[in-house]
């Protein structure tokens, strides 16, 4: 071979030829953003590193992903997305309800948003419809129509007594007036007065229930709230405390020690958001993904707090349960 053929062939091998380190692609981003505290997102983290998986993405071996927590204070929310729009991430996951979408979506409007749980997507504005979301957000909505009303029916079930109800919301929801509007059509058909309390701190928590013995309120609603939830320890030994019957959205709650739950799974929509960011990940488009709404709900009753509280569970009732706590 002639000298310069060699040259010339072995100029295309450096070009055909890449050097080892040119091989290890850097492995995908995706961001965290929560509005909860990492402490009681334990089994949610779970349920979405397990989504993940399922469309083939391993944390440390083809996935790094960047946590952000804003620990129930909405308002630090818009600067850790910042943040997490910065490093830049390749999707952005929004969990813990409306609050993270929505600072999810002011954030950035070319990186591909999955949220986890958003209670009605299309009011909060976060996509044009269910079906066709459009721009670069998709992810799981917990709306269901008739959700906000099962709940004060269940309620007046299990207490059939009650005349009066309360509804605990977090004024800084965005959401509040969807909570409201069935609950108080609900509670309207049953005979049932019912009353807003609001609560966004521990004191206001702790001021709520006391202002529960003053309305004189036969069973209390706590509907899924990012802050709520993760004061589900508290809030569940002042219903027990001021022996309030109490319904929440989220089997949580049951666990520890609340009445009764009835609402969508926590970790399940986290999962399947997950699996929409490992799809987007493999290239699917955020536009092409439909908003996904839950297929399973669980009912869960706990027979001890249900015995302190002096209440007899129907044969019904509990029939109807998806799981008993006893």
């Known amino acids: 071979m002639k000298r310069r053929e060699f040259m010339v062939l072995l100029g295309s091998a450096a070009v055909t030829w890449p050097l080892p380190a040119r091989t290890q692609q850097a492995m995908p981003l ?3 953003l929560s509005s909860r505290s990492p402490d009681e997102s334990a089994g ?18 083809n996935l790094t992903i960047a946590f952000r927590w804003a620990e129930g204070h909405y308002d630090r929310l818009p600067a850790l997305a910042a ?28 990186i591909p948003i999955v949220f986890s749980a958003a209670n009605d997507p299309v009011v909060l504005g976060l996509v044009a419809s269910l079906n066709r979301p459009g721009g670069n957000i998709t992810g799981m909505s917990l709306f269901a ?9 269940l309620l007046k079930e299990l207490v059939p007594t009650a005349k009066v109800m309360a ?36 004191r206001e928590i702790d001021e709520a229930f006391a202002s ?24 569940t030994a002042l219903a027990a405390r001021y022996a309030v019957p109490a319904l929440y959205n989220l089997r949580e709650y049951v666990v ?71």
């Open 83 to 110: 943040e997490l729009v910065g490093l830049p991430v390749a999707v952005l996951y929004s969990a813990g309800g409306p609050p993270a979408a929505l600072a999810a979506k002011a954030a950035t409007s070319t």
């Open 167 to 202: 509804y605990l919301v977090n004024p800084s929801s965005p959401s509040v007036a969807t909570y409201m509007k069935g609950a108080a059509e609900a509670a309207s058909a049953l005979g049932v007065d019912i009353h807003l309390v609001k609560a966004s701190t521990e």
């Open 30 to 32: 995706i961001g965290f």
């Open 44 to 61: 949610v983290v779970a349920a979405f590193r397990q989504g993940l998986r399922e469309t083939g993405f391993v944390e440390a071996q």
């Open 145 to 153: 129509s008739d959700l906000w009303a099962k709940n004060v029916e």
């Open 256 to 326: 520890a020690g609340g009445l009764a739950s009835y609402g969508p799974s926590l970790p399940d929509s986290y999962r399947r958001a997950a699996m929409y960011a490992g799809r987007i990940l493999g290239g699917a488009k955020p536009a092409d993904l439909p908003v996904q709404v839950p297929t399973k709900f669980e009912f869960v009753l706990n027979l001890k707090a249900a015995k302190v509280l002096g209440i007899t569970i129907a044969p019904t009732l509990l029939a109807r349960a998806d799981e008993v706590i006893e």
């Open 212 to 235: 529960l013995a003053r309305l004189r309120v036969g069973g209390l609603v706590v509907p899924n709230e990012p802050y709520l939830d993760s004061q589900r320890e508290r809030i």
